[in-house]
């Protein structure tokens, strides 16, 4: 019987990887679902299978207590991928790739593979699919397997005969039909409930227990779209392929029996056929798992209808990310997007009737020929619609997409796969993007290049005019800041305002203690939900305003200041960094103000116990968004 070993590469390679970031837990951790349901369909053709999750494995090391100072990343996974290949000697080793984040990783894997062992190496997975003939030559792998390739695999290993694989001897691209999509991961060899103790799953980490245990699932493969930015179709196919319900539910049971109490839906397309849906949902509250879920990868806005999202919350929905990606009509039909701005009110309008649901927008900036009046019609219908959060991206246009060979025609692209022309680094969000980067003050580290000058301020008095890709991150810091922190001050709702204030509680702690904005608001929240804010909480702000210029500059630019964060009473030990008495009360007639380019907010939120508000009138005139405003009611803001 062969024995097969099937790796997870980290998640980046050491020139991305953030010892902090990982230490505080804030690392991605997903379980490789993908090679867990290859190796069941390994185990149910006589096969013996490992994996070994290598990013698991070394969060695993850098959150030991023993393990104060940083370790030495790349002799770490090199230490374990030795230990288990000399002990286990796989007959042929497989390895996965899913992000193009994790290439250089994956070739750093094979490369180590390749020096220990001479068993034979195959690769899969879509970053490999998507850039097969770079990915063959840079990692020295003998197999390349394309899209979705457990079957191909398998006859491979039973006959030797290759179907959907490159070698460096010749292709071989004969498809064979889709195998059994009725596959339950082997997850007594997975870990799969250690995942979350050492990493974070998802995007609504933040609102589960931390001390409960997640997963992922996966109901069906597929999505009906077409978006012309996205992979999904040209990897796993046309259309949506469907698990039966039996099979999802008696997976979550056994998660549920495994310890997981909360569930990241891995679908593209989870809400394909609503009746489908519903049953699955209905299926969970039948079968009593109580376990919680959301669906971090996008729904579908048209399928959000009232009988849908009731049956969701049922089954314990706390969290959907909603794809809009913009709220131009025309900007959504070039990109083939299955939604308009009616039909993403209309969703919206539903939503509200579940305020326990914690619902992001997805949006993304920087389309081929995209102008500022454009990107503010997104900012007008995402301020109308009210959701939670607004997840955005600059645009990473992956190879094998259609937008993807449209800019290579209009010669809008770096050298760097994900890169727009003129552009620094493509990876925009996550915990290593480039966006944190320049919050740390490592924007001048070789691997995101150079800071950008200019006043990091947009000119937006020429609506028609396409921005630059060079003023693409002043951009989003703007819609940012307008989209997610000032919508708080109008926020009234006592439901929302917890989740609020329990999401920058664990962003504040864990995602971005450094993010001097985040402080600021996570402030703000406790003293309007609480009526106090935590001494450390503004300590910690005080410290991060005086250690960067970039959160100064930012701060004198919003008109932020600490000594808006006003309440009622002293705060013991920090008048003397605050510059404040500690005998006395602050001043709590403060009002927030945040003055952005080209429009003035004059939020009617005191802020702590017994403040109250106070208004400055303002002249306003018709001009970007509906507002531009006089010199002198930008004094009146920025002087009150």
């Not at 990310?321 to 913009?326: D, N, R």
């Not at 994900?418 to 980067?437: I, M």
């Not at 402030?523 to 609480?530: E, P, R």
Request: aromatic share 8%; with cysteine; net charge negative.
């Amino acid at each position: 019987m062969k024995r097969i070993l099937l790796v997870n590469p980290p998640d980046v390679d050491v020139s991305l990887f953030d010892y902090a970031t990982a230490r505080r837990g804030r690392a991605n951790n997903y379980p490789a679902y993908g090679l867990g349901v290859l190796a069941r369909h390994l185990m149910n053709n006589g096969y013996e299978v490992r994996i070994l999750n290598l990013n698991h494995e070394l969060l695993k090391i850098v959150v030991k207590p023993e393990m104060p100072v940083p370790i030495d990343y790349d002799m770490a996974w090199q230490f374990i991928l030795f230990q288990i290949v000399n002990e286990y000697d796989p007959d042929i080793i497989g390895v996965t790739c899913l992000f193009s984040v994790t290439g250089k990783s994956l070739t750093a894997v094979c490369r180590y593979l390749r020096e220990i062992t001479v068993a034979p190496i195959a690769i899969g997975g879509v970053h490999v699919t998507h850039d097969v003939d770079n990915v063959l030559k840079d990692t020295g792998a003998d197999y390349a397997f394309l899209n979705e390739s457990e079957k191909a695999f398998i006859h491979f290993l039973n006959t030797g005969e290759l179907y959907q694989c490159v070698t460096p001897q010749g292709r071989f691209l004969d498809k064979l039909p889709p195998d059994d999509l009725d596959i339950i991961p082997p997850f007594e060899i997975m870990d799969v409930e250690n995942h979350s103790r050492y990493g974070t799953l998802g995007s609504w980490y933040g609102f589960v227990h931390e001390k409960t245990r997640i997963a992922t699932a996966l109901s069906n493969r597929g999505c009906r779209a077409h978006c012309s930015f996205c992979n999904v179709r040209s990897f796993n196919g046309e259309g949506v392929r469907q698990r039966t319900i039996e099979s999802v539910l008696e997976e979550l049971q056994i998660l549920k029996d495994r310890g997981i109490g909360h569930i990241i839906w891995l679908d593209d397309d989870l809400l394909m056929r609503e009746e489908r849906a519903i049953a699955l949902f209905d299926g969970m509250v039948r079968k009593n798992l109580n376990m919680t879920w959301d669906a971090t990868n996008g729904v579908i806005a048209a399928s959000l209808r009232d009988e849908v999202v009731a049956a969701a919350a049922a089954s314990g929905c706390i969290g959907l990310s909603l794809g809009i990606e913009s709220g131009n009509a025309e900007i959504l039909r070039s990109i083939k997007k299955p939604g308009t701005p009616r039909i993403f009110r209309r969703a919206a309008e539903v939503l509200k009737n579940y305020p326990q649901i914690n619902v992001r927008a997805l949006l993304i900036i920087g389309f081929p020929n995209e102008t500022l009046g454009q990107m503010m019609d997104t900012v007008n219908l995402c301020e109308e619609m009210n959701l939670d959060w607004h997840n955005i991206a600059i645009l990473q246009p992956w190879k094998n997409t259609p937008i993807y060979d449209a800019m290579v025609d209009q010669g809008l692209l770096g050298e760097e796969e994900g890169k727009l022309k003129g552009d620094v680094s493509p990876y925009q969000l996550g915990p290593y993007s480039r966006q944190r980067a320049i919050e740390q003050g490592k924007i001048g580290q070789s691997q995101y290049g150079e800071k950008r000058g200019g006043s990091g301020l947009v000119d937006w008095s020429d609506l028609n005019r396409i921005p630059a890709t060079a003023e693409l991150d002043d951009i989003w810091f703007y819609l940012n800041v307008r989209l997610n922190f000032e919508r708080l001050f109008r926020e009234t709702r006592p439901i929302k305002l917890e989740q609020q204030l329990t999401w920058l509680r664990y962003v504040s702690t864990k995602t971005a203690p450094d993010n001097a904005l985040i402080l600021y608001f996570y402030a703000y929240l406790q003293s309007v939900v609480l009526g106090e804010i935590e001494d450390s909480v503004i300590a910690q702000l005080h410290l991060r305003l005086q250690e960067s210029a970039y959160w100064r500059e930012k701060f004198e630019q919003l008109g932020l200041k600490l000594s808006d964060l006003a309440f009622d009473g002293p705060i013991s030990g920090l008048g003397h960094i605050l510059g404040y008495r500690d005998s006395g009360a602050r001043g709590n007639a403060n009002l927030h103000k945040l003055v952005l380019p080209g429009v003035l907010i004059e939020p009617q939120i005191a802020i702590g116990n017994g403040s109250t508000g106070r208004k400055k009138q303002a002249t306003q005139y018709q001009g970007l968004d509906g507002v531009l405003l006089r010199e002198e009611s930008l004094k009146i803001a920025q002087n009150a």
